[in-house]
C-alpha cells in the first residue's frame, strides 16, 4: 500500500448508532471505511474492497461471528478486531483462536478503539524503526527459516502462513533466542502498550506457532511455567 493510500477498515456490525460512531471517528482521522451488517457481504468485501483492518461484530443476524472471524482468517492475513457485547474469558480465548488480532468489549470508549487499531496495524506493516534496521534479514532456527525483510517462514524448504499477529511474536522469540522472555515482555512488544495483563494472547498465539512450526518430538518454544517462553539457544 503506498504512503498516499487511505487505510481502510471494513466494519461488519448491523447496529446502526455503532456504525456511525465508528465510521465518523474514522473518517476524521483519514480511514476509509465500508461497512456490512451480514456476513456473506462481508466476505465478498474482503475480496472486492482489500481492507487493511476489519471490525467485527461477534452477534450478528443469522450468522455464527466466530465462523465468520474464521472464514475471514481463511482467506486473508487481514488485521482483525473483535468488538463484542459478550465479554467471557471463553468467547475472547474462541474468537483468538480462530484468528483474530485482539478483542475489544462493548462499550468501548472510541479512544480505546483507536489506540486498538493502531497497535494492531503497527503489527501488519513492515517496521521501520532504527531497531528493526539493525536486526538480522535472515534468522534460521533448526530446520526453520524466519525472513524478517519478506516476512516469510520456511520448515525444511516449504513456506508456512502466518498471520502478521504470529509473525510478530515469532520474530520477537526469534531475535531473543536463549532469552527466557515474560509474558508481559511479550504482550509489550508484539501487541503494544496497555496489553500487559492480557495473558491469554500469549498463550492462544504460542499455541498457534506451535501447530504449525513444530514437528512431533521437536520442540521450538519452551515454557517456563507462570515465567514465560524462549526458543532455546543453538
Excluded at 482468517?73 to 483468538?96: C, H, P, Q, T, Y
Excluded at 468489549?105 to 483507536?114: A, D, G, N, V, Y
Excluded at 519478506?150 to 526469534?174: D, I, K, M, N, W
Aim: glycine fraction near 6%; hydrophobic fraction near 45%.
Amino acid at each position: 500500500m503506498s504512503a498516499e493510500a487511505a487505510t481502510r477498515a471494513l466494519v461488519v456490525e448491523d447496529d446502526p448508532n455503532i456504525v456511525d460512531l465508528i465510521r465518523s471517528n474514522l473518517a476524521v482521522r483519514g480511514f476509509d471505511t465500508v461497512v456490512s451488517a451480514d456476513g456473506l457481504r462481508a466476505l465478498r468485501l474482503l475480496e472486492t474492497e482489500s481492507p487493511d483492518i476489519v471490525l467485527l461484530d461477534l452477534m450478528l443476524p443469522e450468522v455464527d461471528g466466530f465462523e465468520l472471524c474464521r472464514q475471514i482468517r481463511e482467506r486473508s492475513s487481514v488485521a482483525i478486531i473483535v468488538v463484542s457485547a459478550r465479554g467471557g474469558e471463553r468467547d475472547k480465548v474462541s474468537a483468538l483462536n480462530v484468528g483474530a488480532d485482539d478483542y475489544m468489549t462493548k462499550p468501548f470508549s472510541i479512544e480505546e478503539l483507536l489506540a486498538r487499531i493502531n497497535a494492531t496495524l503497527r503489527r501488519t506493516r513492515p517496521a521501520t524503526t532504527a531497531a528493526a534496521q539493525s536486526a538480522p534479514e535472515v534468522i534460521a532456527v533448526a530446520d526453520l527459516v524466519i525472513d524478517l525483510t519478506s516476512q516469510q517462514v520456511t520448515r525444511a524448504g516449504h513456506a508456512v502462513h502466518l498471520t502478521p499477529t504470529e509473525f510478530a511474536l515469532l520474530r520477537e522469540l526469534a531475535l531473543n533466542r536463549g532469552k527466557l522472555l515474560s509474558h508481559a515482555h511479550l504482550l509489550r512488544h508484539v501487541w503494544g502498550r496497555g496489553y500487559e495483563t492480557e495473558t491469554e494472547y500469549v498463550r492462544v498465539y504460542v499455541r498457534r506457532l506451535r501447530a504449525k512450526l513444530e514437528s512431533n518430538g521437536s520442540p521450538l518454544i519452551v515454557t517456563q511455567p507462570r515465567a514465560g517462553y524462549r526458543i532455546p539457544a543453538e
